[in-house]
């Protein structure tokens, strides 16, 4: 079983930076992609940026060039650097772990979220 355990959400002004930690229990955290996702009150939840075991990483087009996904498989952690907050990018902050399973499909699991507000 993993359990994933997000910090560092809170209330920032516009224009400002926050970095979010998720840290992961068990042992499948370097051979899984992670992820990073939001939801706003009233909106989908949406993907703001994965990265690959490998290390390769996508972003929602909303936050290229601001935010930055990196990980840690030392420390079973995966980050959220986001500068140049924005109001827009107020939300709760989930953290995801997706474990393929090859032909068979794959294992998701998630955080409990965080939330970020960002003040105009």
């Known amino acids: 079983q993993v359990q994933l355990v997000e910090s560092g959400g809170g209330l920032v002004q516009a224009g400002g930076s926050l970095r979010l930690s998720c840290a992961a229990s068990g042992s499948i955290f370097s051979i899984s992609a992670m992820g990073w996702y939001r939801q706003a009150p009233g909106k989908k939840r949406e993907l703001v940026a994965a990265m690959t075991s490998g290390g390769s990483a996508n972003y929602a087009e909303s936050v290229k060039g601001r935010f930055t996904i990196s990980r840690d498989n030392a420390k079973n952690t995966v980050y959220l650097q986001m500068n140049s907050l924005k109001p827009e990018d107020t939300a709760v902050y989930y953290c995801?772990?997706?474990?393929?399973?090859?032909?068979?499909?794959?294992?998701?699991?998630w955080g409990q979220g965080t939330q970020v507000t960002v003040s105009s």
């Open positions: 995801n772990l997706n474990y393929a399973l090859g032909y068979t499909g794959s294992l998701n699991y």
